[in-house]
Each structure stands twice: as C-alpha cells, then as structure tokens.
C-alpha cells in the first residue's frame, strides 16, 4: 500500500459510493489496468541480507477456523475460469471473503480488483503463481524513496524482505509495506506461517486492513476503504473496473 498525492478525492468517493456495491459482486475488457510499477527484475534472491525468519501465527481458534473455511474446489475452478484469474488466487480471495469479520460484508471481487491491479494475481512480468500461493518469483514494488512515491526508510526488520537497506519496498501480490505487514499480517490458509508473498496470508491480511473502515457493503465504505489501501483517485477507479469485470464474467 503506497502513499501518493490525493487529487479529486471527493468526485472520486462520491462516484464510487453509488456503485461500491456493484464491485463488490465480484471488472473494463483485458487490459491493463494500472500504472503502479511492479519491478520485474528485482528478487528477494539478489538481496544482500537472507530472507525473513517468517513469524508462527499461533493456533488460535480463528487459525483453526481459516484452515477450516474451505472453498467448494468445483465453484472455485468454474469461477476462476470464468474470471480468467489463476485458481490459487481465486481460492485465496474466496477464504479470505469468507474469513473476514462478519460486519464487513467483503466481497472475493474487490480482494481480486486489488490483486489484479498490484500484481496481476501474483503473474506480472511472466511469472507463475503455484498452487502452494507463493509467485515463481518475489514481488517487490520500487524503492520508496521520496521521488514517486512517499519516501518509507527501511528498517533493519523490514530490510529483511526485500534487501535494501536504505529504502523500504512493497512486497508480494496485494504490495503490503512491511510496517503495514507487521501490523495486519495475517494466516490465510491455516499453515501456521504469516507471510506477506504467500497470496493465501495477503488475501487476508488485506481483506482486515479493508474492513477497518466498516461494512463495505453500506453506502460510501467500499470507496472509502479501498483509497485507505492506496490513496489515489485513479487507484480506487482501476480497483472498481477490475471487480466489476470479474462481476461480469462470473454473474
């Protein structure tokens, strides 16, 4: 989730509210979306430092019930094919619809609106997403440096994920900062382990970072959570074309 300049908020929100619930049914024809640079090229393999000792999540009750939502595999096969997104992530996106707070009413299309614009599904720059959630490759977002985007300094804590110790990067398929990461990360497919490229822990972790704002079915909410995610005008409209989409392919 990057910081950018706000322009337009309130056109913006107010056009979204009337149609919020619309995107939350489950996205323009195939093309891409979204101008917010993945970098291709730079894997967590080249890092100066080793990878992250990724934390336990202990087996709490709620642990226990992620591991138990399970998705129909037949609805899960039928609708990925349907959306022409890639079935581990279809699969992640439903859980993570499922397990969210009950209050929150999330929809699986708005967590696949956000995947598709921050990595298309874990897929951007040919990679391949695995059935274990994790992309063939990191996916690690630029430096965050103060020139694009708002400049985060790393940490020696979150230098551990993407290996640069001047700046901090985004990281994985729903592009969390690592300070955002520690805060919310999250167990999304019951494994014991929260790990920011495991599509299954990201699905979850952003769909609780989405349902601070509320119900995201009630008027004004789905707008207003998705530019908490990334606060861009432009962002809240590729997120709301990508779910609509994936609506009108699977309704």
């Given at each position: 989730?990057?910081?950018?300049?706000?322009?337009?908020?309130?056109?913006?929100?107010?056009?979204?509210?009337?149609?919020?619930?619309?995107?939350?049914?489950?996205?323009?024809r195939?093309?891409?979306?979204?101008?917010?640079?993945?970098?291709?090229?730079q894997?967590?393999?080249?890092?100066?430092?080793?990878?992250?000792?990724?934390?336990?999540?202990?087996?709490?009750?709620?642990?226990?019930?992620?591991?138990?939502?399970?998705?129909?595999?037949?609805?899960?096969?039928?609708?990925?094919?349907?959306?022409?997104?890639?079935l581990p992530?279809?699969?992640?996106?439903a859980?993570?619809?499922?397990?969210?707070p009950?209050?929150?009413?999330?929809?699986?299309?708005?967590?696949?609106?956000?995947?598709?614009?921050?990595s298309?599904?874990?897929?951007?720059?040919?990679?391949?997403?695995?059935?274990?959630?994790?992309?063939?490759?990191?996916?690690?977002?630029?430096?965050l440096?103060?020139?694009?985007?708002?400049?985060?300094?790393?940490?020696?804590?979150?230098a551990?994920?993407?290996?640069d110790?001047?700046?901090?990067?985004?990281i994985?398929?729903?592009?969390?900062i690592?300070?955002?990461?520690r805060?919310?990360?999250?167990?999304?497919?019951?494994?014991?382990?929260?790990?920011?490229?495991?599509?299954?822990?990201?699905s979850?972790?952003?769909?609780?970072?989405?349902?601070?704002?509320?119900?995201?079915?009630?008027s004004?909410?789905?707008?207003?959570?998705?530019?908490?995610?990334?606060?861009?005008?432009?962002?809240?409209?590729?997120?709301?074309?990508?779910?609509?989409?994936y609506?009108d392919?699977t309704?």
């Amino acid at each position: 989730m990057r910081l950018t300049h706000l322009i337009g908020v309130v056109g913006g929100v107010a056009l979204l509210s009337a149609t919020g619930f619309a995107a939350q049914q489950a996205g323009q024809r195939d093309q891409v979306l979204t101008g917010y640079k993945i970098v291709p090229a730079q894997v967590a393999a080249t890092a100066t430092n080793p990878a992250p000792a990724v934390p336990d999540v202990p087996t709490t009750s709620r642990a226990r019930s992620r591991a138990d939502a399970a998705v129909d595999p037949r609805w899960a096969r039928r609708t990925a094919e349907a959306a022409g997104i890639p079935l581990p992530a279809m699969t992640a996106y439903a859980r993570a619809s499922v397990l969210a707070p009950r209050q929150c009413r999330i929809g699986w299309t708005t967590l696949a609106g956000i995947g598709w614009v921050e990595s298309q599904h874990g897929t951007i720059g040919d990679r391949q997403l695995g059935d274990d959630g994790y992309s063939s490759e990191p996916i690690l977002g630029p430096a965050l440096d103060g020139g694009l985007y708002a400049a985060v300094p790393a940490t020696r804590d979150s230098a551990r994920w993407h290996g640069d110790r001047q700046w901090d990067h985004a990281i994985g398929p729903m592009q969390f900062i690592p300070s955002t990461w520690r805060t919310w990360q999250a167990d999304g497919d019951g494994d014991g382990v929260a790990d920011p490229n495991d599509i299954d822990d990201a699905s979850l972790a952003a769909a609780d970072y989405l349902c601070q704002s509320g119900d995201l079915m009630s008027s004004g909410t789905w707008s207003r959570s998705i530019l908490s995610y990334n606060h861009s005008t432009d962002y809240v409209l590729n997120v709301y074309t990508a779910a609509d989409t994936y609506s009108d392919r699977t309704g």
